[in-house]
């Protein structure tokens, strides 16, 4: 019987996933911890893939994963060009790209890792799946209002693909035979329409366009985010700090722990349940504008991510939104699930990876 033995890699900041799947199959998990004092010594993220690969390797040793039964090895996407969604084969083009990013970030390693230990395997592949650049919007989606500015997608895609694909499978269709508007809830937050299994629009989350969420502030006034920009009382770091990373719960209510909100909301604090409900609002308000990019034609709408693990958050998106379509929830993120999935479907021959230009 063929083996269809995947290894998943997906670098974090300070982290690095890794998950071994026979086929559907769960072999192996492990979360490996990196120190500041072991990341030191790399001046950028990209520096530090062959330290990384040292360690992932290390670890499958001592958990006596049998390496040459590896047939495909799946790294989180980086940040690559602008891709549709798919599985795509590490290239030198890939590599150049990565390299000159102008944007240094844990995922970029994922290509790099892959590669190096796939070469090391007598029958082998690596890939990227599904990277947070993917862009499938629809030119009319592109047009921002001036002709200086363009909207661009950068969103969950990974979590998101991996959702809907699970939806469409539950009531026996195809992917590309649904239209589903999900909604990503975690320290960012995005929410995408998915036509036929084309992602035609969502809010680029990346910079927290959208919504606001825990540490992502969401669109704001343009007039006043101008008049600030320009009072000389902040610097530009400052200001972009503002829109991520210290917006949202973290401006409003000092911490960006969603978890710690709704147990401050459980617990009767008034300006958590005023702020709590008011992202509720805007997320739900995001839905029902997605539905006009579908016309109507929405056969559900999918909850993911951390935040949807909280029932009130949930039982209020379903209020403002059940009316659109029925309200399916899919609680976190299995990022190294997806990533295998999409791994073993150019296992199956299902899909055919694409080569990366």
Known sequence: METKRILAINPGSTSTKIAVYDGEKLVFLKNIKHSVDDLAPFPKIIDQYDFRKKVILKELKAAE???????????????????????????EQMKHDIRNSKKDHASNLGCFIAEDIANSLPDSMSVITDPVVVDELEDIARIAGHPLFQRISIFHALNQKAVARKYAKSVSKKYEEVNVIVAHLGGGISVGAHKKGRVIDVNQAL??????SPERSGTLPIGDVCAMAFSGKYTHEEMKLMF?????????????????????????????????????????????SLSTV????VDAIILTGGIAFNPDFNKQV?????????VVIYPGEDEMAALAMNGLMVLNNEIEPIDYK
């Open 294 to 297: 579908l016309k109507g034609k």
């Open 244 to 288: 991520k990373g210290k917006g949202g719960f973290a401006a409003y209510l000092g911490t960006n722990d969603a978890y710690e909100v709704e147990q401050r909301c459980l617990a009767g604090d008034k300006e958590a349940i005023k702020i709590h409900d008011a992202m509720i609002y805007q997320v739900a308000k995001e839905i029902g």
């Open 318 to 326: 379903e209020e403002r939104t059940s009316w659109i379509a029925p």
């Open 65 to 91: 994963i049998e390496l040459d039964k590896i047939r495909i090895v799946v790294g989180r996407g980086g940040l690559v060009k602008p891709v549709p969604s798919g599985v795509f084969l590490v290239n």
């Open 207 to 212: 910079d927290g366009e959208g919504p606001f």
